[in-house]
């Protein structure tokens, strides 16, 4: 591969980088909001470098640059894709391969009171500890509100409320799930926001109570901007 071509390689690396991550939320399909100014600060350092190549074999115009196999080639098209189409973020094909995420360990000091908001709007994790962890079983009857994207369960009509969190990148995601009754599911991927009590299974309070949700109302949403966090919506 001749030099001016690993000068575009890298500048068009750089700039798709910067396309993402600098001019547009896309990143987040993908990584953390933390990694933001690391990814701005790669795609200048490529296009700086892209610029440095273009300069060296415009001196030595006429010169063979080192070899490189064919398959470098290859490179282009990831490079090429951040500028004009960028895949969709994870969802319910991911959540559907991985185990979910094991419940946090409870509070030395116990559970405090939940709020009296009714309905309670309630993290997954949150939702998970209290069901599966504390002993003043104070989930119980409550109505909360849970919000999440659909990942179906594999059986017809049976579905997880799901939520990815990520620790940096995609490649570390983990599930939050909560299983649905009660209403019927649209489309996997949609993100919605589930309105209802705790599904009656086990016995409450410890782990052989069913992480679940009888559902009373489902409303579908946008996806919120913290939709890798266990996180209420934001706004």
């Not at 896309?26 to 990694?35: A, C, I």
């Amino acid at each position: 591969m001749k030099r001016v071509l690993q000068a575009a390689l890298l500048a068009l690396t750089g700039a798709g980088l910067l396309q993402v991550a600098l001019f547009s939320e896309v990143f987040l399909r993908y990584v953390k909001e933390g990694m933001r100014p690391p990814l701005i600060l790669s795609g200048v350092v490529l296009l700086l470098l892209g610029a440095a190549e273009a300069w060296a074999a415009y001196r030595h115009r006429g010169a063979r640059g080192a070899h490189v196999p064919p398959v470098a080639w290859l490179l282009f098209l990831p490079a090429l894709s951040l500028l004009v189409y960028a895949p969709p973020e994870l969802g319910s094909y991911t959540a559907s391969r991985e185990s979910p995420k094991a419940v946090a360990a409870a509070p030395e000091e116990g559970f405090g009171p939940l709020p009296s908001t009714s309905p309670l709007p309630i993290t997954l994790g949150d939702f998970t500890s209290r069901v599966q962890q504390d002993r003043t079983k104070a989930i119980a009857a409550r109505s909360v509100t849970l919000t999440g994207f659909v990942t179906p369960a594999g059986r017809p009509g049976e579905w997880y409320l799901t939520r990815l969190l990520l620790s940096c990148c995609a490649a570390d995601a983990q599930s939050l799930k909560v299983k649905v009754y009660g209403v019927t599911p649209p489309k996997a991927d949609t993100w919605v926001s589930v309105t209802g009590t705790w599904h009656p299974s086990g016995a409450l309070g410890t782990a052989s109570a069913e992480v679940a949700l009888d559902a009373r109302t489902l409303k579908r949403i946008d996806r919120p901007s913290n939709g890798y966090q266990d996180a209420l919506p934001l706004g």
